[in-house]
Nanobody, 126 residues
């Protein structure tokens, strides 16, 4: 079955960087788009970043554009989220997600994703 395992979360000072990793298994990773979402306490899960099946087409939430980068390594079934210039508003549980399709025009919609990891916590101290 679909398995997504995130890692790399932790505590970092504001302005610092982290790289989140997601190891995927149980499906044809190289033909599915992937996304990252996050959820802070008391808030709804929100879109962070998207990459199509080749990783060529990417989209970002306005709040992270220019600071976060999504990348995928299809040969290793891995997707990454490089986060830099972290801000006090970035702390959340970050989730890796498998899209239903190889590419999607509704990449911000959680309903477009049918597989989720358990999440990894990111904390930013000021």
């Amino acid at each position: 079955q679909v398995q997504l395992v995130e890692s790399g979360g932790g505590s970092v000072q504001a302005g610092g960087s982290l790289r989140l990793s997601c190891a995927a298994s149980g499906f044809a990773f190289n033909i599915k788009a992937m996304g990252w979402f996050r959820q802070a306490p008391g808030k709804e899960r929100e879109f962070v970043a998207y990459a199509n099946w080749k990783g060529i087409e990417t989209y970002y939430a306005d709040s992270v554009k220019g600071r976060f980068t999504i990348a995928r390594h299809n040969a290793e079934n891995m997707v990454y989220l490089h986060m830099s210039s972290l801000k006090p508003e970035d702390p959340a549980v970050y989730y890796c997600a498998k899209a239903r399709w190889s590419t999607s025009s509704s990449w911000m919609n959680p309903g477009e994703y049918d597989g989720w990891g358990q999440g990894t916590q990111v904390t930013v101290s000021s």
